[in-house]
């Protein structure tokens, strides 16, 4: 029995510590820095980097995992979305820390037409502040952040409410590239 209660409280405060994890904002990267560079494979294999978009709004967003609800309905939001972004200058891309193939099936699934890139060592989403680290498990955290054509960052989103967020990128972006 005192194992048990050894074993659930330990269980729970894990659970405590990652939520807390989780939901610690990001301080590495903020509006009016350059964006950290990047060379990580797409879900056909290229790698890509962020000069690749240069003299484009970006429009660069973290995600947990594919193909679970949270993350499939906010890349399928960004899907429905895109040609409103495209029409305002700017491309997306999803990064996780899932691997080249886990993608390629995710975007072919859904028929995502955003390029899907592989951190499968989280060290991107590391630098940009949006990795969940616990040892054994890590995965990016919910985060967003608009890239200017300069490649400053011109925005940022912690704690990303997948429903809707593809509606309020359109709103900041109309708002940014209006200057």
């Known amino acids: 029995m005192l194992i048990k209660l050894i074993m659930y409280g330990l269980l729970l405060w ?3 510590w990652g939520y807390r994890q989780y939901q610690q904002p990001s301080t590495r990267v903020s509006v009016g820095m350059k964006a950290p560079d990047f ?4 879900a056909t294999g290229n790698v890509r980097r962020l000069a690749d978009w240069q003299g484009k709004w970006l429009v660069l967003y973290f ?3 594919d193909d679970t609800p949270g993350c499939t309905r906010e890349a399928c939001h960004f899907r429905d979305d895109i040609q409103q972004i495209h029409a305002l200058g700017a491309e997306v891309i999803g990064i996780s820390v899932d691997t080249v193939a886990s993608h390629a099936k995710f975007a072919q699934k ?8 592989a951190d499968s060592n989280g060290q991107v989403a590391d630098t940009y502040g949006a990795l969940l680290n616990l040892g054994v498990f890590q995965a990016a955290k919910r985060m967003t952040f608009i890239i200017d054509p300069q490649g400053m960052v011109a ?4 704690n990303v409410n997948p429903d809707g967020h593809s ?3 359109i709103d900041d972006l109309k708002r940014l590239s209006a200057f």
């Open 167 to 169: 509606q309020a990128i």
């Open 110 to 117: 859904h028929r995502l037409s955003f390029p899907l890139l």
């Open 63 to 65: 995600y947990p995992k």
């Open 14 to 16: 894990l659970a405590v």
């Open 155 to 158: 925005q940022t989103y912690s």
């Open 39 to 42: 060379n990580l494979p797409d």
